[in-house]
């Protein structure tokens, strides 16, 4: 158990690419820390870097207080999980977890022990003389994890661990998984694509784009007040709704002809970028026309409605069933509350009008 | 080139490859360096004296009408070869391809001759076309078709073809019941329900996904009957009779070590290896290609 | 395949045991001839079955060899052929893991240099550069030893080629993990990378065996020494008896002993020797 902090890591390849700009970051004790963003965004660079697999160009790397950039993956004493799990596959279960506390001469009565309690807790223990061929998914999983358990290591790295699994095994594993960091109370970091992971393992979130950390925080204050449009498309299913517009001192006029006010903002006339979740999107009992639907998608707990907005798509996701087909003409309601705003580099505005909650930004004509 | 993983080390990574550059180096580069300069060389017929005389020993083989018409006659050779075991192997294993009982046996019965060594192989075949106490020449001779490869070239030749075809028929089986097998069964199917019989399917469908295959295995046969008939040759006919048999290796290995011109030899040397650079990175272009495919 | 006529298939069943049986005609002939006694060879009428001097003809070629054309026994044949093969198949697999290991794991100064270095030794047989390379073994006094017989057939990079495709295909999370579980490169080479490539050093052992058993020309140059013939090249030297017919039941029982290993392994080992075979050409 320890804590890891990264000092403005760099990574750039020998070719001059960039793969992490910057990193900052401190983790504590016993911590869940996420890593998320699109594929080549650095993420995996990241993690590699503080596990020593890849060498650090520029920063530190700090793990318990001593700053590691210089020391073998093996001498870090952290233990990492795979995404294809990189089971040795001449070894058996048991073989495979006890490797690491061999080289490190562990004796031989404790490895044993190690090893039955870490498949004990991974019911793992019928298999531990077969061999990973012979091993489901979701067990080779389970034995990858056990093989960084048994380590009793200051920090577990996750690498995707659950990408290779189907849906179903998915969500059981990434139970498990919190489940059992919880217990453990070792410090962890998890870097994913999959924002649904990132969103209900993580104590804190980063979300990376392009080598950099565009946001980091709890999962939910990321989602609530995105610091970036970036951060604000990539969280959450479907996507916010960016929209485009021009701030005149008194509206936000919309590519479509919208045209929204925007209640106590106090801003120079200039272009800004608009964006509400799907949730937020409400249909009003207007005899306005602000949009037409184009196709409607009931999922049964709620339904997604494709509203073509002009030029722009948008979508809507009333609760339950709605009877709106395609072609219908629909008028939409805008909370304030809910309305995110960006300026034209896309890092958010900070907009606060009075009376939040009950205000809506109403369309004008 | 390799995986991104890479151990640290400064001292270990030229331990390891030590051996191999050691071997390579005394008895590979060294040797080839000493033909390349004798290439330049000629000595006079006591070994007393050497001198420099450039690219003469080139323009000498070149210019030499015994080693253009070994030139031919490797070609030849290798043409030969590579026509009579790819024929035979890929009628067989098309045949074994589709054989459903028995499949594994006749695999096993039709790959063991790849274990014979060249110059074995060809003194089995010269025993049995000997015109007088071999089955086949003496059949051949019985039979009014006169056969004797002490005396007749030409029939020297074929021996030698058809000695070194027999055994590279398993090694060109081998490689066309791989390309076969890996050819989808859908596609197959698909061929048929379009309407396809079976010669007709061959044809259209299962030979011209063998093409990388074939492509390669032509290569393969050419280097092969260039190198390994050199067994062959010399432990059943010595080149003769009359040169007939005399292929480039063959006059390598005879010039040098028989006739002990060692600046003529080392010149065939040289042109030689500019045969196989070329004929190597053909192959490597080749399987390029079909890594893409 | 998809239709399922009778006639093809006896047709298939027919050319196939044609094809079987015209691969082994000559092999049989020269078998039918080591059974019979000099007589018989010469009688002029061919028999397609053995005759009875079997134990006979082959224990003379085993034990006595051919004292008239210089041979010595088969039995000390056979037992050089089997050392060089063994030394040949042994040395370049260890030489070339070596290489391949430190080629695709690590990074280095002259990395790409040595690769290209080991690379060209596949554009000169040794058929080609035999002349230069008898003179080399000659002066480092190697004539007539297993190492002169051995280490020039031992400079070659199809093994190290092999070694290190296989490497390659190996995920490169393996010996990230090994790293993760403190195992350094020594380590992680003997506990993972060797027991993976347990069968490709099977396969690759079953295709050398093979080929340095079959070493036809070198052996005949490098050694002098009748003490030191291998069984291959010392079947030329009963052939090319001069001014005689040469003694072909002798011969052939020496042919048949001199194929026998070779033959055998592939038998045993198809499985592996097909693998070998495909693999050492990709």
Known sequence: MATVHLDALFKRYANGVPAVNGVSLDVADGEFIVVVGPSGCGKSTLLRM????????????????????????????????????????????????AYGLRNRRVPKAE?????RRAAEILELSELLQRRPSQLSGGQRQRVAMGRAIVREPKAFLFDEPLSNLDAKLRVQMRVEIKRLQRRLGTTAIYVTHDQVEAMTLADRLVVMNGGIAEQIGPPLELYDAPATTFVAGFLGAPAMNLLAAEWDGRFARLASGLALALPDLDRAPGPLTLGIRPEHLHFAADSRADATVELVEPLGADTLVHLRLGDAMVVARPTGTVGLASGDAVALDWPAAHIHLFDAEGRRILWTPSERETRSCLPVA | MGPQVVFRSRVLPYLLVAPQLAVTLIFFFWPAAQGLRQSFLREDAFGLSTEFVGFENYATVLADPTYLEAFGRSLAMGALVAAFSMGLALLFATMADRVVRGAHVYKTLLVWPYAVAPALAGVLWFLMFNPTIGVVGYTLNRAGISWNHYLDGDQAFLLVVLAASWKEISYDFVFFLAGLQSIPRGVIEAAAIDGAGPARRFWTIVFPLLAPTSFFLLVVNIVYAFFETFAVIHATTQGGPGGATETLVYKVFNDGFIGLDFGSSAAQSAILMVIVSLLTVAQFRLLDRRAEA | MVENRPFLALLRHLVLILGVALLALPVWLAFVASTQDGGEMLSGQFSLLPSGHLIENYTAVLFQGLASAGVPPVERMIFNSLTMALAISVGKIAISILSAFAIVYFRFPLRKTIFWMIFLTLMLPVEVRIVPTFQVVSDLGLLNSTAGLTLPLIASATATFLFRQFFLSVPPELAEAARMDGAGPMRFFTDILLPLSRTNIAALFVILFIYGWNQYIWPFVATTDESHYTVVMGIQRMVAVPDSEPIWNVVMATAILGMLPPVLVVLAMQRLFVKGLVDSEK
Do not use: C, K, S, W
């Not at chain 1, 650090?56 to 004493?77: F, L, Q, S, W």
């Not at chain 1, 490895?111 to 090893?115: F, W």
């Open chain 1, 50 to 97: 503080i596990a020593g697999l890849e060498t650090v160009t520029e920063g530190r790397v700090v793990i318990d207080g001593a700053e590691v950039n210089r020391r073998e993956p093996g001498d870090r004493d952290i233990a990492m999980v795979f995404q294809n799990y990189a089971l040795y596959p001449h070894m058996t279960v048991e073989g495979n977890m």
């Open chain 1, 111 to 115: 490895i044993a022990e190690r090893v």
